[in-house]
């Protein structure tokens, strides 16, 4: 079962210099929580995935449910609504603060920040996919759980027509819909309904060829594997005018300098791989 761990470090490689406050780690623990509250941790996935087109946010409801336990809160309490203002009491009111100041109390962790999910983006999480396939420490990184846990999130902010959006509420688009899929099968997800579905809208829509440029060098580091693939890369993006004519045009400076990120980082992964190779 998942809980969320908040204000403490993650190993002897990590330094903070606040004591870690304001940070939020979720971690897997196989022997945490009774069997009632993995039956209820069960039951909310399930219903989220249901109604998953319907109300697209988690709304943090696991983090809700850990706090409440600890705390002892009624997170919800009953909502008042009255038809009209003849109906507003003091009392009417007093118990809407209530519920307001319990919601938000249940909320806020023991070091005083409110933790919460950073959800919306759909292509922070395949980055991160790629980064780690490049490097070869997807494995490493990553546990069962871990991958579990990001295929069913990717699953359950597929929109209906099979694609997926820049951001979890927009329609789907060839950015979002490449992205994610490539993320779950480097994640070594199998033909299912879901890839059969999204496979379709990318090839019904001009397939990856009419990806954008962010996309493009996204993909292209899921195959950066070697030395030589790498050079590749210089030669098809780096080592050519187009690219510097690329950067300047209406990709705007932040793509220019996100694409020069992207060199530098095969470079160094060039020269790693070179020096493991012959000088070690």
């Given at each position: 079962m998942w809980r969320l761990?908040?204000?403490e470090g993650g190993g002897p490689g990590l330094r903070s210099v606040n004591n870690f406050l304001g940070r939020a780690v979720w971690e897997f623990d196989p022997d945490h929580g009774t069997p009632e509250e993995r039956a209820e941790v069960d039951r909310v996935r399930r219903e989220?995935?249901?109604?998953r087109f319907d109300k697209r946010e988690?709304?943090?409801?696991?983090?809700?449910?850990?706090?409440?336990?600890?705390?002892?809160?009624?997170?919800?309490?009953?909502?008042?609504?009255?038809?009209?203002?003849?109906?507003?009491?003091?009392?009417?009111?007093?118990?809407?603060?209530?519920?307001?100041?319990?919601q938000h109390s249940s909320l806020q962790a023991h070091d005083g920040h409110w933790?919460?999910?950073?959800?919306?983006?759909?292509?922070?999480?395949?980055?991160?996919?790629?980064?780690l396939h490049v490097t070869g420490t997807l494995d490493t990184v990553l546990s069962t759980e871990h991958r579990r846990?990001?295929?069913?999130?990717?699953?359950?902010?597929?929109?209906?027509?099979?694609?997926?959006?820049?951001?979890?509420?927009?329609?789907?688009?060839?950015?979002?819909?490449?992205?994610?899929?490539?993320?779950l099968r480097l994640l070594d997800e199998v033909d299912n309904n879901a890839l059969t579905k999204g496979r379709a809208w990318i090839l019904?829509?001009?397939?990856?060829?009419?990806?954008p440029q962010w996309g493009r060098y996204g993909s292209r580091w899921s195959v950066c594997m070697n030395g030589l693939e790498?050079?590749?890369?210089?030669?098809?993006?780096?080592?050519?005018?187009?690219f510097f004519q690329f950067i300047q045009d209406d990709s705007g400076a932040f793509a220019g300098?996100?694409?020069?990120?992207?060199?530098?980082?095969?470079?160094?992964s060039l020269l790693a791989q070179l020096h493991q190779q012959y000088w070690q």
């Amino acid at each position: 079962m998942w809980r969320l761990k908040v204000s403490e470090g993650g190993g002897p490689g990590l330094r903070s210099v606040n004591n870690f406050l304001g940070r939020a780690v979720w971690e897997f623990d196989p022997d945490h929580g009774t069997p009632e509250e993995r039956a209820e941790v069960d039951r909310v996935r399930r219903e989220f995935t249901d109604r998953r087109f319907d109300k697209r946010e988690s709304q943090d409801l696991l983090m809700r449910m850990q706090y409440a336990k600890q705390k002892h809160l009624q997170v919800d309490l009953p909502a008042i609504k009255p038809v009209d203002s003849a109906e507003v009491t003091e009392e009417t009111i007093l118990t809407s603060l209530r519920r307001a100041l319990s919601q938000h109390s249940s909320l806020q962790a023991h070091d005083g920040h409110w933790a919460g999910d950073f959800s919306g983006l759909m292509f922070i999480m395949p980055i991160l996919i790629f980064a780690l396939h490049v490097t070869g420490t997807l494995d490493t990184v990553l546990s069962t759980e871990h991958r579990r846990e990001i295929c069913r999130y990717i699953y359950n902010h597929q929109n209906e027509d099979g694609g997926w959006g820049t951001q979890v509420l927009g329609p789907s688009t060839m950015f979002g819909s490449c992205l994610n899929y490539v993320t779950l099968r480097l994640l070594d997800e199998v033909d299912n309904n879901a890839l059969t579905k999204g496979r379709a809208w990318i090839l019904s829509h001009g397939s990856a060829a009419a990806i954008p440029q962010w996309g493009r060098y996204g993909s292209r580091w899921s195959v950066c594997m070697n030395g030589l693939e790498i050079i590749q890369s210089f030669l098809n993006y780096g080592l050519s005018h187009t690219f510097f004519q690329f950067i300047q045009d209406d990709s705007g400076a932040f793509a220019g300098w996100f694409t020069c990120q992207c060199l530098i980082f095969m470079v160094r992964s060039l020269l790693a791989q070179l020096h493991q190779q012959y000088w070690q």
